[in-house]
């Protein structure tokens, strides 16, 4: 399956330009002897295992059983649940290219996070020919990855709460352009981040629908 792509269009470009300029101003907004935006909750993840419990041992399937290249957009999200959200004019709008997911992420952190995935894919919901739309990105994480950001996302300005059973962190923001909120949430090893116009309510039903899909297909993933 092609991650690139060679045809754009105009429409494709309207709205990733809204959210890529929104996602850029959002990793400047941080203070330079920050690693992420200003720290304001901290919360826990959720706790390892009890190797003395009487329950089978929990145990997140191998990387190497999930393939993200095979997966298409419209495996990750119902159309119905996006225009649910936001809007009835709300549509898929295309796959990311490789060199696109510069800048998503909302501090540098979490974009190391995203160098260091062994797979990912990213997708671009919206309103064609407007600012109005939202990213979803999956990728897989290495642990050591994971760590590092879940500890910096519990001394930051995200909020940690759950999705289902899932580990999630949410960060809402009234943006120049409307609110702006970011999700990420974690079904081990999977990452998946919704980030763009929206707030949180539903850009957080829109994380739990991509978190239904993934564990429809894996349905050994983790938290």
Same mark, same amino acid.
């Given at each position: 399956?092609?991650?690139? /792509? /060679?045809?754009? =269009?105009?429409?494709? &470009?309207?709205?990733?330009? /809204?959210?890529?300029?929104?996602?850029?101003?959002?990793? !400047?907004?941080?203070p330079a002897s920050e690693t992420d +935006?200003?720290?304001?909750?901290?919360?826990?993840? =959720?706790?390892?295992? %009890?190797?003395?419990?009487?329950?089978? +041992?929990?145990?997140?399937?191998?990387?190497?059983?999930?393939?993200?290249?095979?997966?298409?957009?419209?495996?990750l999200l119902d159309l119905a649940v996006?225009?649910?959200?936001? !809007?009835?004019?709300?549509?898929?709008?295309?796959?990311l290219g490789p060199g696109e997911f510069?800048?998503? &992420?909302?501090?540098?952190? =979490?974009?190391?996070?995203?160098?260091?995935?062994?797979?990912?894919?990213?997708?671009?919901?919206?309103?064609?020919?407007? %600012?109005?739309?939202?990213?979803?990105?999956?990728?897989?994480?290495?642990?050591?990855?994971?760590?590092?950001?879940?500890?910096?996302?519990?001394? *930051?300005?995200?909020?940690?709460?759950?999705?289902?059973?899932? +580990?999630?962190?949410?960060?809402?923001? %009234? %943006?120049?352009? /409307?609110?702006?909120?970011?999700?990420?949430?974690?079904?081990? +090893?999977?990452?998946?981040?919704?980030?763009?116009?929206?707030?949180?309510? *539903?850009?957080?039903?829109?994380?739990?629908?991509?978190?239904?899909?993934?564990?429809?297909?894996?349905?050994?993933?983790?938290?």
């Amino acid at each position: 399956m092609s991650r690139g /792509g /060679g045809h754009v =269009a105009a429409s494709r &470009m309207s709205v990733w330009a /809204g959210v890529a300029a929104l996602s850029v101003a959002l990793v !400047g907004c941080a203070p330079a002897s920050e690693t992420d +935006p200003t720290p304001s909750a901290s919360v826990s993840t =959720a706790p390892s295992p %009890d190797a003395t419990s009487d329950g089978p +041992p929990v145990t997140d399937p191998p990387v190497d059983e999930i393939d993200l290249d095979a997966l298409v957009c419209t495996d990750l999200l119902d159309l119905a649940v996006a225009q649910a959200q936001f !809007g009835a004019d709300a549509q898929f709008i295309a796959e990311l290219g490789p060199g696109e997911f510069a800048g998503i &992420m909302a501090g540098p952190v =979490a974009e190391n996070a995203l160098s260091e995935a062994t797979q990912q894919i990213g997708c671009i919901w919206g309103i064609p020919q407007s %600012d109005g739309a939202f990213t979803v990105v999956v990728a897989a994480l290495p642990q050591a990855s994971r760590d590092t950001l879940t500890t910096a996302l519990g001394s *930051s300005v995200f909020t940690g709460t759950l999705i289902g059973s899932a +580990p999630a962190y949410t960060w809402e923001r %009234d %943006d120049a352009l /409307g609110m702006f909120t970011t999700v990420y949430a974690f079904a081990s +090893p999977l990452w998946v981040t919704v980030t763009g116009s929206g707030t949180t309510s *539903s850009q957080t039903e829109i994380t739990g629908d991509v978190l239904n899909h993934l564990r429809t297909i894996y349905p050994s993933l983790g938290n």
